[in-house]
């Protein structure tokens, strides 16, 4: 391959071999930019930082980006986002791993990349539990939040599952999340991926999540009727908090309408995220 110089009425030329090395044949007719030679210079270390971390880590590119930025302020007026943007995403999905088919391999798959899938520099990935049957549940959760919201919360803990917005591929029944409440505000913290919905998976669950979370002590614990769900619960914490009278809230709406955001959030069957 022949290369010229991309400066008009200069004669310089090279040739690249078949090993890649390009060797020059006639010297550049003027002198070096050796202030445009620096800003390509920066420019590549940006551009190569960058893919970097798109790479390693699971941010949000844009962060990634915007975080640089302030490391390379020079590089960065000469590399804008939406250019960068096309080729960290191009890269991120070189990366991405083909969808586990079962609960079980996304399992294995968690448990081999424990660094990769973090909340507050922890795993969000905890734990899973097997039923009786050979069905499986994985467990996330930052454990930062939790202890935040734990530290302000009023004992209350609202716990409902949607189909709407589990994933095609592994094949999952539904993800049921549990949310606590601070001053009025509802807020998610643990989400659990289940191929099942008895009332052996739900057990376990409850059982896992109590050891898993000891810091969470409820004194208040809201469901929908799901008859399972409500024995579980009987199980873990006794029946005494399924009584209404004196309780300011009286649905779990807000649950309903948290999943009612996450679907219009997605648009489609669950990404692969």
């Given amino acids: 391959t022949y290369l010229v110089c991309r400066e008009q009425y200069c004669k310089g030329t090279a040739k690249r071999l ?22 390509l210079e920066l420019k590549k270390e940006f551009r190569s930082k960058l893919i970097q971390r798109a790479i390693e880590e699971t941010t949000k590119l844009r962060i990634i980006y915007d975080e640089e930025c302030l490391r390379f302020s020079r590089a960065a007026v000469h590399y804008c986002w939406p250019t960068a943007e096309t080729s960290m995403r191009k890269t991120r999905q070189k990366i991405i791993p083909p969808l586990p088919p079962t609960l079980d391999a996304l399992k294995e798959y968690l448990e081999q990349h424990l660094d990769r899938y973090k909340c507050c520099g922890h ?11 050979g069905k499986y549940t994985v467990i996330f959760g930052c454990i930062d939040l939790i202890r935040k ?7 209350e803990v609202h716990a ?25 505000h509802s807020i998610p913290v643990i989400y659990i991926l289940m191929e099942s919905k008895t009332d052996t998976a739900y057990t376990q669950v409850l059982m896992k999540c109590k050891a898993l979370f000891p810091e969470i002590q409820p004194t208040c614990i809201m469901t929908d009727f799901e008859i399972v769900l409500q024995n579980a ?22 649950i309903e309408s948290f999943h009612s955001q996450l679907k219009d959030k997605f648009q489609t069957v669950h990404p692969n995220l």
């Fill in 233 to 254: 619960f009987k199980i873990i914490r006794g029946p005494e908090v399924f009584s209404v009278p004196g309780v300011p809230r009286k649905t779990n709406n807000n």
């Fill in 160 to 184: 409902d599952a949607t189909f709407k917005v589990v994933p095609s591929r592994p094949n999952c029944r539904q993800l049921f999340i549990m949310h606590m409440v601070i001053q009025n």
């Fill in 149 to 155: 919201v734990v530290n302000q919360d009023d004992g």
């Fill in 18 to 39: 078949a090993n890649g090395i390009i060797v020059n044949q006639i010297p550049h007719t003027y002198e070096p930019n050796n202030l445009e030679i620096e800003w």
């Fill in 123 to 133: 795993s969000f990935n905890q734990d899973y539990t097997i039923d009786n049957q």
